[in-house]
């Protein structure tokens, strides 16, 4: 057996923090048990296929076959190395001796179900969408993996949180399980997670053990009660510390590919107008909303992405006298309502007549993809679904985009970004990224304000944690508690 038997009789008692609330189901901190508070609980029982998916990986449960390095490019994970022998075909080859948490050794016919699962998913994974991939195992280490048209971005794809390989014991008709079933240092017992999370060092993990004993997560949706609870000692990490509670408190600061923008309906009036988007643009001041809401702690957007050269923009003294405006945002982000507010009075300024939307974002979803709001403050990484700004910019603001919550259908847009898609080598594709934003800013549909950064708070004892740019790692095998 793979698992010690620490593992499989680890004691789930129950621990009533007292700043954090009360909890079950977690095993009591102890010896070097890393206890964690994260914001969001779990919403699909820890399924990869959709934002539980995350969770995996932050906390080093499952894996996938590439991985982004804090610049964005493709490294190996599970799979060493990989070739491009044809346009529309790739040939990935996976590290020898890496098992599952029930033991089974991972082959290229394991990790071939696993992406044909999840590209012929109901609900297929953003990182797939319109690619068409097939997998196909070649032999035991060697997998080929096609798609339909030639995808230059397809290593970034995989990196995807979405697309962590799991054993076989993990698929369950269109159920899919993690438990026991990830490569990853630590080991998901159950699914039993409403209330926390303990999880149990795999021995067997193919990099090496972790020397951490164990790690209790616990879900804490108030950013307050987890900077209390971290202050207190009854958590050792926590993720996600508004800004007013960064005092006393060791803090790691990470500079997010993450832009809180005002996107703009442009299928409707009164932003179907180019006039109105140019007097709406000039309205908002990022610089403002960078000192003032988020005190100094997030960068003024001069783009869509930080690596950009700075978009400049030729003040016109257009106005949106009379015009009335439905602005919506959510409030799962601690700070956008009070961007949203602010955008608002500046528009106000500028002649605007303002109406605000703030709700939780799993009920305003529906009425944004639907374009029932006239604009929108959001917040959004350009490389977390599909690690590739195009592919973002293909799915945010093209006339076929997923999630095109601007509406704009702009031919010329739409050509910028299909020259980034077409474009190989990483260097000039992010250079025609660049250029497709540029045509994208022109239409005044999306007005980038600031690029957030992450604080993830921390005991003094920890050391080791993954400050991933990309959010997809947080707890690995080099965390320890001292």
Partial sequence: MLLPRTVLAAAMVAVCGLTAGCFTGIAAGGGTRLRVALPVSPTQSMSPRGDDGVLLTRLGIA?????LDAEG???PLLAEHWTRPSPTTWSFRLRRGVRFHDGTTLTAAHAADALN???AASSVPVALKDVGLTAEAVDEL???VSTSVPDLALPQRLSSANLVVLAPIAYQGDRVSPARAGTGPFVLPDLNVANGI?????????AGPSRLSGVDVRFVPDGANRGTALRAGEVDVAVALPLGG????????VRLPR??????NT???PFGQPAARLAAQEAVDPAALARGVFHGRADVARGLFRSAPPWLITPSGASGSGLKVVLATYDDRAELPEVASTVAESLRGRGFQVEQVVRRYSQLEPDLLAGNFDAVVVSRPYVLDAGDPAAYLAGDFTCTGGFNLARLCDPVVDAAVAAALETYDVPSRRAAAVRAQNRLLATNAVIPLVHERAFIGRSPRVDGLATDPHERLLITRATTLR
């Fill in 63 to 67: 894996e996938t076959l590439v991985q």
């Fill in 73 to 75: 490019e493709p490294k």
């Fill in 142 to 144: 060697n997998l080929e």
């Fill in 259 to 264: 832009t809180v923008s005002l996107l703009l």
């Fill in 198 to 206: 303990a999880l149990a060092p795999f021995e067997g993990y193919w």
């Fill in 246 to 253: 960064l005092a006393d408190t060791v803090v790691e600061q």
């Fill in 267 to 269: 299928s409707r009036a």
């Fill in 117 to 119: 699962r999840a590209a």
